[in-house]
Protein backbone atom coordinates (compact mmCIF):
# COMPACT_ATOMS: atom_id res chain seq x y z
CA UNK A 1 0.00 0.00 0.00
CA UNK A 2 1.11 3.73 -0.78
CA UNK A 3 0.91 6.00 1.56
CA UNK A 4 1.55 9.89 1.44
CA UNK A 5 1.93 11.54 4.58
CA UNK A 6 0.91 15.43 4.63
CA UNK A 7 2.50 17.83 7.65
CA UNK A 8 1.12 19.98 8.96
CA UNK A 9 -2.08 18.65 9.38
CA UNK A 10 -3.47 22.31 10.10
CA UNK A 11 -1.76 25.71 9.79
CA UNK A 12 -3.04 29.12 11.09
CA UNK A 13 -1.19 32.26 10.04
CA UNK A 14 -1.61 35.51 9.56
CA UNK A 15 -1.76 37.26 5.90
CA UNK A 16 1.59 37.96 4.49
CA UNK A 17 3.24 35.29 5.89
CA UNK A 18 4.88 32.69 3.96
CA UNK A 19 4.22 28.93 4.64
CA UNK A 20 5.57 25.32 3.35
CA UNK A 21 3.33 22.41 3.24
CA UNK A 22 5.20 18.75 2.91
CA UNK A 23 4.12 15.61 1.83
CA UNK A 24 6.00 12.57 1.97
CA UNK A 25 5.95 8.67 1.33
CA UNK A 26 8.26 5.76 1.33
CA UNK A 27 7.10 5.36 -2.35
CA UNK A 28 8.17 6.07 -5.56
CA UNK A 29 5.47 8.16 -7.92
CA UNK A 30 5.72 8.45 -11.30
CA UNK A 31 4.04 12.14 -10.91
CA UNK A 32 2.09 14.43 -8.10
CA UNK A 33 -0.79 16.05 -8.07
CA UNK A 34 -1.75 18.92 -5.74
CA UNK A 35 -5.30 19.92 -5.43
CA UNK A 36 -7.25 22.58 -3.18
CA UNK A 37 -10.51 22.19 -2.25
CA UNK A 38 -12.90 24.67 -0.47
CA UNK A 39 -15.85 23.82 1.91
CA UNK A 40 -18.86 22.74 0.17
CA UNK A 41 -16.65 22.03 -2.97
CA UNK A 42 -14.62 19.47 -4.43
CA UNK A 43 -10.71 19.55 -4.65
CA UNK A 44 -9.67 21.43 -7.44
CA UNK A 45 -6.35 20.61 -9.33
CA UNK A 46 -3.45 22.92 -8.86
CA UNK A 47 -0.47 20.85 -10.48
CA UNK A 48 0.97 18.26 -11.59
CA UNK A 49 4.78 17.29 -11.14
CA UNK A 50 6.43 14.62 -13.20
CA UNK A 51 9.91 15.05 -12.97
CA UNK A 52 12.42 14.24 -9.89
CA UNK A 53 13.80 17.81 -9.05
CA UNK A 54 11.01 19.42 -11.09
CA UNK A 55 9.77 23.03 -9.93
CA UNK A 56 6.54 24.49 -10.88
CA UNK A 57 5.35 28.01 -9.76
CA UNK A 58 1.82 29.35 -10.29
CA UNK A 59 1.62 32.82 -9.03
CA UNK A 60 2.71 32.55 -5.38
CA UNK A 61 2.50 29.11 -5.26
CA UNK A 62 5.94 26.93 -5.77
CA UNK A 63 5.44 23.24 -5.94
CA UNK A 64 8.97 20.67 -5.90
CA UNK A 65 8.91 17.30 -6.58
CA UNK A 66 11.80 15.53 -4.84
CA UNK A 67 14.72 13.75 -6.49
CA UNK A 68 13.76 10.86 -5.93
CA UNK A 69 10.13 11.16 -6.98
CA UNK A 70 9.17 10.02 -3.38
CA UNK A 71 8.25 13.44 -1.82
CA UNK A 72 6.41 17.30 -2.29
CA UNK A 73 6.38 20.21 -0.96
CA UNK A 74 4.18 23.53 -1.72
CA UNK A 75 5.53 26.92 -0.43
CA UNK A 76 2.84 29.90 -0.40
CA UNK A 77 4.66 33.29 -0.45
CA UNK A 78 2.65 36.36 1.01
CA UNK A 79 -0.50 34.50 1.61
CA UNK A 80 -3.62 36.13 1.83
CA UNK A 81 -7.24 35.02 2.82
CA UNK A 82 -7.86 33.81 -0.46
CA UNK A 83 -5.57 30.88 0.29
CA UNK A 84 -7.67 29.14 2.63
CA UNK A 85 -8.38 26.13 2.02
CA UNK A 86 -7.57 21.92 2.14
CA UNK A 87 -4.29 21.48 0.82
CA UNK A 88 -4.95 17.66 -0.75
CA UNK A 89 -1.29 16.00 -2.42
CA UNK A 90 -2.13 12.67 -4.50
CA UNK A 91 0.83 10.74 -6.03
CA UNK A 92 0.21 8.87 -9.09
CA UNK A 93 1.40 4.78 -8.28
CA UNK A 94 3.29 2.42 -10.63
CA UNK A 95 3.09 -1.24 -11.82
CA UNK A 96 0.33 -2.96 -9.09
CA UNK A 97 -1.11 0.15 -7.99
CA UNK A 98 -1.56 1.86 -11.72
CA UNK A 99 -5.32 2.48 -11.28
CA UNK A 100 -5.63 4.61 -9.05
CA UNK A 101 -4.13 7.91 -7.11
CA UNK A 102 -3.42 7.93 -3.38
CA UNK A 103 -3.67 10.74 -1.59
CA UNK A 104 -2.57 12.46 1.51
CA UNK A 105 -5.38 13.25 4.80
CA UNK A 106 -4.86 16.83 4.19
CA UNK A 107 -3.10 20.50 5.15
CA UNK A 108 -5.96 22.38 6.38
CA UNK A 109 -4.43 26.04 5.84
CA UNK A 110 -6.41 29.01 7.49
CA UNK A 111 -5.13 32.53 6.50
CA UNK A 112 -6.29 35.29 8.68
CA UNK A 113 -6.43 38.85 7.86
CA UNK B 1 -15.52 21.85 -11.57
CA UNK B 2 -18.13 22.93 -14.51
CA UNK B 3 -17.17 19.17 -16.45
CA UNK B 4 -18.42 17.42 -13.51
CA UNK B 5 -22.13 16.96 -12.30
CA UNK B 6 -23.10 15.39 -8.95
CA UNK B 7 -26.78 14.60 -8.19
CA UNK B 8 -27.79 14.99 -5.51
CA UNK B 9 -26.02 17.46 -3.71
CA UNK B 10 -27.84 16.58 -0.49
CA UNK B 11 -29.31 13.02 1.01
CA UNK B 12 -30.60 11.63 3.97
CA UNK B 13 -31.47 7.79 4.11
CA UNK B 14 -32.59 5.60 6.70
CA UNK B 15 -30.53 3.02 7.61
CA UNK B 16 -31.88 -0.03 4.52
CA UNK B 17 -32.76 2.33 2.04
CA UNK B 18 -31.34 1.91 -1.51
CA UNK B 19 -30.08 5.02 -3.73
CA UNK B 20 -28.31 6.22 -7.22
CA UNK B 21 -25.73 8.99 -7.31
CA UNK B 22 -25.65 9.92 -10.62
CA UNK B 23 -22.62 11.41 -12.54
CA UNK B 24 -22.27 12.90 -15.41
CA UNK B 25 -19.00 14.49 -17.42
CA UNK B 26 -18.81 16.53 -20.53
CA UNK B 27 -15.09 16.41 -20.89
CA UNK B 28 -15.13 13.01 -23.12
CA UNK B 29 -12.48 11.78 -20.75
CA UNK B 30 -12.19 8.33 -20.64
CA UNK B 31 -11.51 7.47 -16.82
CA UNK B 32 -14.27 8.40 -14.42
CA UNK B 33 -13.91 7.11 -10.46
CA UNK B 34 -16.32 7.31 -7.40
CA UNK B 35 -14.64 8.54 -3.77
CA UNK B 36 -15.62 9.31 -0.59
CA UNK B 37 -14.35 12.07 2.13
CA UNK B 38 -14.38 11.51 5.84
CA UNK B 39 -13.04 13.54 8.58
CA UNK B 40 -9.30 12.13 9.21
CA UNK B 41 -9.93 9.70 6.41
CA UNK B 42 -8.47 11.15 3.40
CA UNK B 43 -10.38 10.79 0.13
CA UNK B 44 -10.68 7.29 -0.71
CA UNK B 45 -11.44 5.64 -3.89
CA UNK B 46 -14.86 3.45 -3.87
CA UNK B 47 -14.75 1.96 -7.79
CA UNK B 48 -13.09 3.04 -10.85
CA UNK B 49 -13.98 2.89 -15.06
CA UNK B 50 -10.84 3.31 -16.93
CA UNK B 51 -13.06 3.31 -19.74
CA UNK B 52 -16.52 2.49 -21.12
CA UNK B 53 -17.67 -0.89 -20.29
CA UNK B 54 -14.92 -1.40 -17.63
CA UNK B 55 -15.42 -1.30 -13.79
CA UNK B 56 -12.82 -2.04 -11.11
CA UNK B 57 -12.75 -1.87 -7.56
CA UNK B 58 -11.06 0.70 -4.87
CA UNK B 59 -9.75 0.46 -1.89
CA UNK B 60 -13.18 0.45 0.37
CA UNK B 61 -16.29 -0.98 -2.42
CA UNK B 62 -18.16 -2.99 0.28
CA UNK B 63 -21.89 -1.92 0.43
CA UNK B 64 -21.67 -0.62 -3.01
CA UNK B 65 -21.99 -0.90 -6.98
CA UNK B 66 -21.15 0.84 -10.01
CA UNK B 67 -23.00 1.30 -13.34
CA UNK B 68 -20.49 2.70 -16.37
CA UNK B 69 -24.03 3.91 -18.64
CA UNK B 70 -21.92 5.01 -21.35
CA UNK B 71 -18.52 7.39 -21.74
CA UNK B 72 -20.73 10.04 -20.52
CA UNK B 73 -22.06 8.62 -17.02
CA UNK B 74 -21.30 6.67 -13.97
CA UNK B 75 -23.56 5.92 -11.09
CA UNK B 76 -22.83 4.50 -7.81
CA UNK B 77 -25.90 2.50 -6.17
CA UNK B 78 -26.10 2.02 -2.25
CA UNK B 79 -28.31 -1.25 -2.00
CA UNK B 80 -28.98 -1.26 1.75
CA UNK B 81 -27.50 1.54 3.10
CA UNK B 82 -25.77 1.74 6.57
CA UNK B 83 -24.60 4.57 8.95
CA UNK B 84 -21.12 3.81 8.20
CA UNK B 85 -21.62 5.02 5.08
CA UNK B 86 -22.76 8.49 5.83
CA UNK B 87 -19.85 10.98 4.10
CA UNK B 88 -19.43 13.06 1.21
CA UNK B 89 -18.80 11.21 -1.79
CA UNK B 90 -17.05 12.56 -5.02
CA UNK B 91 -17.01 11.71 -8.56
CA UNK B 92 -14.28 12.35 -10.41
CA UNK B 93 -12.62 11.88 -13.91
CA UNK B 94 -10.07 12.45 -16.30
CA UNK B 95 -7.84 11.11 -19.71
CA UNK B 96 -6.06 8.05 -18.35
CA UNK B 97 -6.04 6.14 -15.23
CA UNK B 98 -3.70 6.94 -12.49
CA UNK B 99 -3.27 11.15 -13.63
CA UNK B 100 -4.74 13.82 -12.57
CA UNK B 101 -8.40 13.97 -11.18
CA UNK B 102 -11.04 16.59 -12.23
CA UNK B 103 -13.92 16.43 -9.19
CA UNK B 104 -17.81 17.35 -8.87
CA UNK B 105 -19.30 18.61 -6.24
CA UNK B 106 -20.12 16.37 -4.23
CA UNK B 107 -22.92 14.33 -2.94
CA UNK B 108 -23.48 14.99 1.11
CA UNK B 109 -25.13 11.32 2.26
CA UNK B 110 -26.18 10.99 5.96
CA UNK B 111 -27.68 7.56 6.61
CA UNK B 112 -29.87 7.68 10.17
Known amino acids: TQLLEQSPQFLSIQEGENLTVYCNSS?????LQWYRQEPGEGPVLLVT?????EVKKLKRLTFQFGDARKDSSLHITAAQPGDTGLYLCAGAGSGGSNYKLTFGKGTLLTVNP | NAGVTQTPKFQVLKTGQSMTLQCAQDMNHNSMYWYRQDPGMGLRLIYY???????DKGEVPNGYNVSRLNKREFSLRLESAAPSQTSVYFC???????????FGQGTRLTVV
Open chain 1, 49 to 53: VVTGG
Open chain 2, 49 to 55: SASEGTT
Open chain 2, 92 to 102: AEGPRPNTEAF
Open chain 1, 27 to 31: SVFSS
